[in-house]
């Protein structure tokens, strides 16, 4: 007669055992592993915002060697690229009336020193960009036999728009960065007092006596727009954004595991950096610059070492 009541224990036993084992596996499942993320330090700078416009190398200071007598030209050893000082000779032209008085020589040797070819001199010295002419052309009273460009007179051409005009002042230090690269710096040293009718833009100029650069080369102009010291700032990538860009906020992880989500105001930005301002931030607290995309406050951290 014991032997029901002992079965009905035991399956009460089972019952309760398996019951436990569920709960304790549920409670397991629910409880979640940290997220791995990558952090940095908040630091403290010295910031610069930059305004990057384009602009163009010119000559500001060309000079035409012209022709001032109608001929043939007799000689010019010139090519593109040549230098050439002010004085020296350019070409020599022949005229039809000195062909005319070879013939008239043999009878008259004073007349000799009317046959020799008339010497064009160059009015300027720098390097020749242009060239008009070969030997044995034909040219006119004034035309133009080669232009002279000046390297000391090389300057950067900048549009501005004129939005920014009060960002970009004569003796303002900037940045002139090539396509190889390599930035020079200058100083912008004139201004155009007209506006583009259609970009509505400001030419200014930046003066490069010691360029070695061709004319046409396309190059951005870097010029300081606001600056800061001793800015508290983040990576960009620790910066996060709402889809309007209206809010913005940083994880601030804090007893090294939880990620708080953190407001903040961003101020000057550079390729690199933000300046922000935060109640709850300071220098020295640790951000998440990986793996934070989209997540919840309070969150569960494991931060990873680089």
């Known amino acids: 007669m014991k032997v029901p009541g002992l079965k009905i224990f035991i399956i009460c036993i089972l019952f309760v055992n398996a019951f436990s084992c569920k709960k304790s596996s549920d409670t397991i499942l629910e409880k979640k592993a940290p997220i791995n993320v990558t952090t940095v330090k908040v630091a403290q700078n010295d910031m610069k915002e930059y305004l990057t416009f384009n602009g163009v190398t010119l000559y500001q200071k060309k ?87 000046r390297p000391k007179s090389l300057v950067v051409q900048l549009n501005v728009p004129y939005e920014y005009e ?34 509505q833009s400001q030419v200014f100029l930046i003066a490069l006596p010691d360029g070695n650069l061709p004319e046409n080369l396309n190059v951005q102009v870097r010029i300081i727009y606001k600056e800061a010291a001793q800015a508290m700032t983040i990576p960009k990538t620790a910066l996060q954004t709402n889809e309007l860009l209206t809010d913005y906020w940083v994880l601030k992880v804090v007893n090294d595991s939880m990620a708080i989500k953190q407001t903040v105001t961003t101020l000057l930005r550079n390729d690199s950096i933000v300046q922000v301002q935060s109640a709850g931030l300071k220098v020295n607290d640790v951000v998440i610059t990986k793996g934070g995309y989209q997540m919840q406050d309070s969150t569960i951290v494991n931060i990873q070492k680089q």
């Not at 046959?115 to 300027?124: D, H």
């Not at 303002?172 to 583009?196: F, H, Y």
């Open 63 to 149: 000079e035409n060697i012209r022709a001032h007598v109608t001929g043939y030209i007799s000689w010019m050893n010139y090519k593109i690229g040549d230098k050439i000082n002010s004085g020296q000779t350019f070409a020599s032209v022949r005229t039809k009336e000195q062909d005319a008085l070879k013939e008239a020589v043999k009878i008259d040797s004073s007349l000799e020193k009317f046959v020799n070819p008339i010497t064009i001199r160059s009015n300027a010295t720098g390097v020749i960009s242009v060239l008009s002419v070969t030997q044995n052309d034909y040219v006119a009273e004034g035309d133009i036999l080669a232009t002279v460009v």
């Open 166 to 199: 009060d960002a970009v002042k004569i003796g303002s230090m900037c940045e002139i960065i090539l396509q190889n690269e390599v930035t020079i710096k200058a100083k912008i040293t004139g201004m155009l007092p007209t506006i583009d009718p259609v970009a």
